[in-house]
């Protein structure tokens, strides 16, 4: 058994108010936090890899090709690959991530 403690320090900026914070990684699971800070946005990208999103606080609009959907604290998306996607807060508050990438499944 691990307990991963949650630390903040460890985040490093990727784009302007988008914070990374790895957790775990292994050759078949990837997991990590994202904070994303007000009026801030992931550029869109695709994935190798299924990955699910769980919204730990805040709220966060999620586009999935032509898909655009809002998604609250304690809601999840899981995302197939094959197709871009992005995170954006239009909120007034940070939105935290809970990402995990099944690097196994294709």
Do not use: Q
């Not at 292994?26 to 904070?35: F, K, N, P």
């Amino acid at each position: 058994m691990e307990v991963i403690p949650r630390n903040p320090e460890a985040a490093t900026e990727i784009l302007p108010g988008v914070f990374k914070t790895p957790k775990v990684k292994t050759d078949a699971l990837e997991v990590l936090e994202l904070e994303i800070m007000p009026g801030a946005a992931l550029e869109p990208h695709d994935m190798p890899c299924f990955v699910t999103f769980f919204a730990i606080e805040g709220t966060g609009t999620f586009t999935y090709g032509d898909r655009v959907v809002t998604v609250p604290a304690g809601d999840m998306v899981r995302a197939n690959t094959g197709t871009e996607r992005f995170w954006a807060n239009r909120g007034t508050t940070k939105l935290r991530l809970l990402v995990v990438k099944s690097l196994g499944e294709k």
